[in-house]
């Protein structure tokens, strides 16, 4: 009995779950029930009002016999197209074009159907003026209760959304296919903070159309004018792979507004043509490049790589360990990571030992100054591949310690060098810079001094030595990006040089990309990377500062400090010596640079004993004997503080004959 008792209490318990649990069920199963009797009704009221409206002063005695014949039948062929067609179950927040499309369709069938049938059925009476009255006055009221609880609820939550606390007021750059999956998105996401009053596009056949019920306010030259009268305070850009022109030119229309910007991503194209706001990033300076993104053949890198034994000087710094990072991806038998900053060597070796745990990974520390050390390093390891991106870069640093950027840039070079022919390396590639052209510091001077070690030892060498020369690179330690960030967190003034200071740039990724491509290609003794044009650093600032949603001098200044020691207004990427170069693929040339002079290994050893003497003047003199075209740099006098003249860059004239 009280196991019976039990069983009946557990039957009544589960009943009050189940019947809630059933309700959403049930609800949903019945629902197409409820969709159907709506759709009765209003087909009914339809044709009565088509024929009230016909028969104006009233229905003749015929009419009336078969108009409630006509709308039971009216009623029942319509409702079979509905069901037919799929349209008795119906999603009031999803339907879009095809779905109405599809409502058209069985408008159109029932109609045709009625028709056939009205004569059958002797139904004369009804003109067939009616019948296609009709068929506007229905389509028109089903289409509304479909769609009507749709566009109340969009509305609603527009409405909600503009009145909420943090509600930004939201402009769209692209009326196109992104910006309409982009704006779609926004408006079906309750949490959204983004308001969007509109958008904005070049194409003139969408000047005044909506996209989504939101208007299209102008063409990209209309921005200003736009966000002033609509109080805009987010520009979302929505236009795939917008070029760096366009997002500068877009930036200068803008810069004059407080205003935040985010980016669809450029693989919007590779993304199966679906977009969401969460997809969204912040604008960045490698937005900005005057240069096209550079595509490169992973198969090609990996059948360079994969199976050798490699090793990186400087591989915890910006590029060495940028260059460690992309080895590590293609299977190398061995990888060693040699620097003299423990630390950041301790970090960067647990993270590649996590991210690729299959491939034999060694942190050395070591300064490159130490030949013995560098020897007993290459016999220890034997690596095939020696990438030597360790130095000293900072050029102001460097005019106030000549000798230090002597001991390593050149003599710790030669080390390393040596130690790559010592232990029989198939290539030595030798990380450096656009400095090194026409020298105006001792950085540069040392950098080409590098150079010109390199090819020295390459004379009687095994090993095949390659310099690679670029420019700056964005967002490493040294780069000014960082240091403009900063500023620009810290409330300003972000400061500049000078107004007329340009540097070519490219991003990490593909600098180091093209590194590779170039030292283990076989191209020649000294390849320079197609860095693109220059660009202005104070744009570059004022841009940074715009992308923040900040004013230029005004919410944040732009204070010109002059140029520093061994600094030059612009820098090129070849000498006249070197412009008989060849382009021999994508983004790489091969240039070929004078020898070294004959009395090269007597005049490094002076240079040598003044550096280990701390003799900056003696050091600065041998320079300018072993590189005539080291030239210390004089700075010019102050700079008044300007805003910058936003204009194209010109490449210098030397990079325009190597561009020819």
């Given at each position: 009995?009280?196991?019976?008792?039990?069983?009946?209490?557990?039957?009544?318990?589960?009943?009050?779950?189940?019947?809630?649990?059933?309700?959403?069920?049930?609800?949903?199963?019945?629902?197409?029930?409820?969709?159907?009797?709506?759709?009765a009704v209003l087909i009914a009221c339809s044709l009565l009002f088509a024929t009230m409206l016909h028969f104006a002063d009233g229905l003749s005695p015929a009419c009336r016999e078969v108009l409630p014949r006509a709308v039971a039948l009216l009623v029942a062929v319509r409702l079979v197209t509905l069901v037919w067609l799929g349209l008795h179950r119906w999603s009031f927040h999803r339907s879009g074009i095809h779905e109405a499309v599809r409502l058209e369709l069985a408008s159109l069938a029932g109609t045709i159907v009625f028709e056939l049938l009205r004569s059958i059925f002797f139904m004369d009476a009804l003109p067939g003026q009616v019948v296609a009255l009709e068929f506007f006055v229905t389509t028109t009221l089903l289409g509304f209760h479909r769609f009507a609880p749709r566009m109340a609820r969009q509305w609603y939550?527009?409405?909600?959304?503009?009145?909420?606390?943090?509600?930004?007021?939201?402009?769209?750059?692209?009326?196109?296919?992104?910006?309409?999956?982009?704006?779609?998105?926004?408006?079906?996401?309750?949490?959204?903070?983004?308001?969007?009053?509109?958008?904005?596009?070049?194409?003139?056949?969408?000047?005044?159309?909506?996209?989504?019920?939101?208007?299209?306010?102008?063409?990209?030259?209309?921005?200003?004018?736009?966000?002033?009268?609509?109080?805009?305070?987010?520009?979302?850009?929505?236009?795939?792979?917008?070029?760096?022109?366009?997002?500068?030119?877009?930036?200068?229309?803008?810069?004059?507004?407080?205003?935040?910007?985010?980016?669809?991503?450029?693989?919007?194209?590779?993304?199966?043509?679906?977009?969401?706001?969460?997809?969204?990033?912040?604008?960045?300076?490698?937005?900005?490049?005057?240069?096209?993104?550079?595509?490169?053949?992973?198969?090609?890198?990996?059948?360079?790589?994969?199976?050798?034994?490699?090793?990186?000087?400087?591989?915890?710094?910006?590029?060495?360990?940028?260059?460690?990072?992309?080895?590590?991806?293609?299977?190398?038998?061995?990888?060693?990571?040699?620097?003299?900053?423990?630390?950041?060597?301790?970090?960067?070796?647990?993270?590649?030992?996590?991210?690729?745990?299959?491939?034999?990974?060694?942190?050395?520390?070591?300064?490159?100054?130490?030949?013995?050390?560098?020897?007993?390093?290459?016999?220890?390891?034997?690596?095939?591949?020696?990438?030597?991106?360790?130095?000293?870069?900072?050029?102001?640093?460097?005019?106030?310690?000549?000798?230090?950027?002597?001991?390593?840039?050149?003599?710790?070079?030669?080390?390393?060098?040596?130690?790559?022919?010592?232990?029989?390396?198939?290539?030595?590639?030798?990380?450096?810079?656009?400095?090194?052209?026409?020298?105006?510091?001792?950085?540069?001077?040392?950098?080409?001094?590098?150079?010109?070690?390199?090819?020295?030892?390459?004379?009687?060498?095994?090993?095949?030595?390659?310099?690679?020369?670029?420019?700056?690179?964005?967002?490493?330690?040294?780069?000014?990006?960082?240091?403009?960030?900063?500023?620009?967190?810290?409330?300003?003034?972000?400061?500049?040089?000078?107004?007329?200071?340009?540097?070519?740039?490219?991003?990490?990724?593909?600098?180091?990309?093209?590194?590779?491509?170039?030292?283990?290609?076989?191209?020649?003794?000294?390849?320079?990377?197609?860095?693109?044009?220059?660009?202005?650093?104070?744009?570059?600032?004022?841009?940074?500062?715009?992308?923040?949603?900040?004013?230029?001098?005004?919410?944040?200044?732009?204070?010109?400090?002059?140029?520093?020691?061994?600094?030059?207004?612009?820098?090129?990427?070849?000498?006249?010596?070197?412009?008989?170069?060849?382009?021999?693929?994508?983004?790489?040339?091969?240039?070929?640079?004078?020898?070294?002079?004959?009395?090269?290994?007597?005049?490094?050893?002076?240079?040598?004993?003044?550096?280990?003497?701390?003799?900056?003047?003696?050091?600065?003199?041998?320079?300018?004997?072993?590189?005539?075209?080291?030239?210390?740099?004089?700075?010019?006098?102050?700079?008044?503080?300007?805003?910058?003249?936003?204009?194209?860059?010109?490449?210098?004239?030397?990079?325009?004959?190597?561009?020819?």
């Amino acid at each position: 009995m009280k196991h019976g008792q039990n069983l009946e209490a557990m039957s009544l318990d589960a009943g009050p779950r189940e019947a809630s649990e059933s309700a959403p069920r049930r609800a949903h199963r019945f629902g197409w029930l409820r969709m159907l009797g709506v759709d009765a009704v209003l087909i009914a009221c339809s044709l009565l009002f088509a024929t009230m409206l016909h028969f104006a002063d009233g229905l003749s005695p015929a009419c009336r016999e078969v108009l409630p014949r006509a709308v039971a039948l009216l009623v029942a062929v319509r409702l079979v197209t509905l069901v037919w067609l799929g349209l008795h179950r119906w999603s009031f927040h999803r339907s879009g074009i095809h779905e109405a499309v599809r409502l058209e369709l069985a408008s159109l069938a029932g109609t045709i159907v009625f028709e056939l049938l009205r004569s059958i059925f002797f139904m004369d009476a009804l003109p067939g003026q009616v019948v296609a009255l009709e068929f506007f006055v229905t389509t028109t009221l089903l289409g509304f209760h479909r769609f009507a609880p749709r566009m109340a609820r969009q509305w609603y939550l527009d409405q909600r959304r503009a009145r909420a606390e943090g509600s930004q007021r939201t402009l769209i750059v692209g009326a196109g296919s992104a910006g309409d999956l982009l704006l779609r998105d926004l408006l079906r996401d309750r949490k959204s903070p983004w308001h969007v009053i509109g958008l904005v596009d070049d194409d003139p056949g969408k000047q005044g159309t909506f996209l989504n019920g939101k208007p299209v306010l102008g063409v990209l030259d209309a921005l200003p004018e736009v966000m002033k009268k609509h109080r805009v305070t987010q520009v979302l850009i929505a236009i795939p792979r917008l070029s760096p022109e366009r997002t500068r030119h877009l930036l200068s229309l803008c810069r004059h507004q407080s205003v935040s910007f985010k980016i669809i991503p450029a693989s919007f194209a590779y993304l199966d043509q679906k977009i969401t706001a969460a997809m969204l990033h912040d604008l960045s300076p490698e937005h900005l490049l005057p240069r096209d993104a550079i595509a490169f053949d992973h198969d090609e890198v990996h059948r360079l790589v994969t199976g050798r034994r490699i090793l990186v000087t400087g591989g915890a710094g910006s590029i060495g360990s940028e260059i460690v990072r992309q080895v590590a991806g293609h299977s190398p038998s061995s990888l060693v990571v040699v620097d003299i900053n423990e630390n950041e060597l301790y970090l960067l070796v647990r993270q590649l030992q996590s991210r690729y745990p299959n491939v034999p990974v060694h942190s050395v520390v070591a300064d490159i100054r130490d030949l013995d050390r560098m020897m007993r390093i290459g016999q220890e390891f034997a690596p095939q591949y020696v990438f030597h991106a360790a130095a000293h870069k900072h050029v102001p640093l460097m005019e106030d310690a000549p000798e230090e950027a002597i001991k390593n840039n050149v003599f710790g070079t030669q080390n390393v060098a040596r130690m790559a022919d010592a232990c029989g390396a198939e290539r030595f590639i030798l990380i450096s810079t656009d400095k090194a052209v026409k020298p105006s510091s001792v950085m540069g001077a040392s950098k080409r001094l590098a150079e010109m070690v390199i090819r020295d030892i390459a004379v009687s060498s095994r090993t095949t030595f390659c310099a690679v020369r670029f420019g700056n690179v964005l967002g490493s330690a040294g780069s000014v990006v960082p240091l403009f960030k900063q500023q620009i967190s810290a409330g300003g003034p972000v400061t500049v040089t000078h107004p007329d200071c340009t540097r070519y740039f490219m991003i990490i990724p593909e600098a180091v990309g093209l590194v590779v491509l170039a030292g283990l290609g076989g191209y020649g003794e000294l390849c320079i990377l197609d860095m693109g044009e220059p660009v202005r650093i104070a744009e570059l600032a004022a841009n940074m500062i715009t992308m923040t949603g900040l004013v230029p001098d005004k919410d944040i200044s732009i204070v010109y400090t002059g140029l520093r020691p061994g600094e030059k207004l612009e820098e090129v990427l070849m000498s006249e010596e070197e412009e008989l170069s060849h382009q021999v693929r994508n983004r790489i040339k091969v240039a070929r640079s004078p020898a070294p002079p004959a009395d090269f290994l007597l005049q490094l050893k002076r240079l040598d004993r003044a550096a280990r003497a701390g003799d900056a003047s003696d050091v600065k003199r041998a320079l300018q004997d072993l590189i005539p075209a080291y030239t210390p740099s004089k700075p010019p006098g102050p700079v008044a503080k300007v805003l910058p003249a936003f204009a194209p860059v010109k490449a210098p004239v030397a990079e325009k004959n190597v561009s020819a």
